[in-house]
Each structure stands twice: as C-alpha cells, then as structure tokens.
C-alpha cells in the first residue's frame, strides 16, 4: 500500500465561526493541522486587539484534550483601522490584517470601501512585518462575477503594491490564471493560498444538472482552464509562492440550500486528502509537502512543524454531513463520495 509521510501542514486560511459550529468544526482541523490562520469575519467582526485574543482563548478552551494546535489570529480591516492599531496588534502577537471588500463575501458588511484611504495603515502593517491577507475581488454592479478577481488585480492590487512595494501580501484563494501570474511575476512579498476546490473543481462543478449549492463558494469556481493555471502555478518552478489555505467555512445545511444560499465550503474534514489527491492528479506528489508545509511557515516567519502525518492511499467515503450543533448539519465537500487518500490516525 503506498504511503506518504509529510511534515504536519498549517491550514493558512481557515473559517471555524463562534459557538456551536467552532466546537464542532475545531476538532477536524486540529486532528490535521499544526496551526490555522483564523478568519475574523465573525458577527460582529473581529476588529480589535480585544476581540481576537478573547476569540484565541475561546478556541483554545475548545480545543481536544492534549491537541498542539495553535490558532494564528488576524484582524479584520476596516475604514476605522489605524497604524497605532496595527502596532498594539503587533505587540499582542496577532500575525496579519484581513481585507474584506465591504459586500464581497460572507460576513462582508463591514468591510473596507477605498483602501487608499488606507495606505498609512498599510505603510504600518509593512513596517510592523505583518502580513496583508486579501480577499481580491471587486463588488462594482457592472463587473461580472467571473471577472470579478482579475478587475482586482488591475483596479487595486498593483496599484497598492506600486505604492507600497515592502507590503507581505498573501492573495488569498486564488482562482483565476490571472491571479497566479501576478504572484508569479511580484517580488517575494507577495505569495498566494490555494484552496482544495479551486484546484480540483470548475464551474461546471457548479452549473452543470442543476445549480449545485454546495460548490458555491466566493470567489466563484472558474472556468477549467483557470483551474489548470493553478496545478501549474503549485507544482511550478516557483510554488515556493503558493501554500495550503483551505477557507473552509461552516455553514448550516439549511444556510446553504435555500433561495439565496450562502458561500463557502466545508473541507477540513478531508483537507489534507483533498490536496494530496489535487496533486496526484499531476504527477506531483512530491511537491505536496512544501506546499502544505513549508511555504506558509515560511512565508509568515514561523518555524516548520515538527510532527509528521502519514498519508496512506486507502479510498475513505465522507459522511453526507455533520452534526453542528441546535439540530442543524453540515455538508462537507464531497459528501457521499470518495477520497482517494486517508490519513492515519
């Protein structure tokens, strides 16, 4: 039976919610992940020093008996964010500041609505050497949603790189050829997550028989030759700029198939697998690690994991869904199907 033993990976984009959906979520992510970079769109939002350590120690209160798992807290920027802000989050030890479009995505409301305005703050968070996570994608009414990231790019990414050129970016869950060209071809402060999704799925996986409300996801799944662009960009001569971010996001069964469902998907039950599948699929296996593993840690200053999980090429049926608490169930990604990977207890 073939195996495959890696450094433990860090999940660089993760959504785990608040009460009921953190306890029930948490545990999967634990089981895998040495640490997640936590997402601060909570209701209400995760804005000040305050809020995420309190939010760190509900997680850690949550967490399974004898887990190593830490949890990397961001901040979410708004219009209000100050460099003197930036600086006590520095201090606290909070790693990065998150930039939610205002209406881009779950949760968005409060999001920023010119980031020019912003550039003293991120003139800070450069020189505090925080990282700059960015949901990139324009919300103007005239930009179609699939071009929604590659208007980004052009409108507000280079730009603020031009302006702030020592900025540490991670573009998060990238989807389009576009997207990887520009991590491609900027410095090394700039590097990309990579969802399971985005690499193993395209928007026929949403369209075709019928709307598909579990592949929904923001920002949508692209066509597939955008998906072929992101397997070369990950196993490329440069994936050392693209690292392991799942965003997956917990939401309620009945949030998810109703008349305006909500975006996300629910992946770490079998993130790992996922990827690792992701990458069998090209013949680069041997890439998994670094990009699972290494990159992120790198990229953020951290120190490599130093557990090991072992994966085994053994196919795993996923549950259709899981308990989450107050009655409701969550679907995960490939609910009743296969895996081809499992990872050892």
């Given at each position: ?27 999967f ?7 997640a ?7 209400p ?15 850690i209160?949550v ?5 190593t ?74 930009i ?46 700039v ?20 709307v ?46 109703n ?14 697998e ?63 199907g ?8």
């Open positions: 039976m073939q195996t495959l033993t890696i450094t433990q990976p860090d999940d660089m984009h993760l959504h785990l919610r608040d009460g009921d959906a953190l306890r029930a979520v948490l545990p992510t634990a089981r895998q992940m040495g640490r970079v936590i997402m601060p769109n909570l209701k939002p995760v804005v000040s020093v305050a809020d995420a350590l309190a939010y760190k120690q509900r997680i209160a967490l399974p008996e004898g887990s798992f830490e949890p990397l807290m961001t901040l979410y920027l708004t219009d209000k964010a100050t460099p003197e802000l930036v600086r006590e989050a520095k201090a606290a030890g909070i790693v990065a500041f998150k930039l939610y479009p205002a209406g881009a995505t779950t949760n968005s409301d409060s999001g920023v609505t010119d980031l020019f305005k912003l550039l003293p703050v991120l003139h800070e968070i450069a020189a505090q050497d925080m990282r700059f996570l960015v949901h990139g994608e324009v919300t103007d009414s005239d179609d949603i699939f071009d929604r990231e590659a208007a980004f790019i052009e409108r507000v990414m280079k730009p603020v790189l031009a302006q702030v050129p020592n900025l540490k970016v991670v573009f998060e869950h990238i989807t389009t050829a576009e997207a990887a060209r520009l991590v491609l071809e900027a410095g090394d402060n590097a990309a997550t990579v969802t399971p999704q985005h690499l193993l799925l395209n928007r026929n996986d949403l369209l075709v028989g019928g598909h409300p579990h592949h929904y996801c923001l920002p949508v799944l692209k066509r597939e030759s955008h998906r072929q662009a992101l397997l070369e960009a990950v196993s490329g001569a440069q994936a050392h700029k693209f690292f392991l971010g799942t965003d997956s996001a917990p939401h309620p069964q009945h949030a998810k198939e008349a305006c469902g909500c975006a996300g998907m629910f992946s770490a039950a079998t993130a790992i996922l990827y690792a599948e992701a990458f069998e699929q090209i013949g680069a296996l041997d890439k998994l690690e670094a990009f699972a593993s290494k990159n992120g840690a790198r990229f953020y200053g951290l120190p490599e994991n130093t557990d090991t999980i072992t994966l085994v090429k053994q196919a795993q049926t996923v549950p259709n869904s899981f308990p989450i608490g107050s009655g409701g169930n969550l679907v995960p990604m490939r609910a009743g296969c895996v081809a990977w499992t990872m050892q207890a």
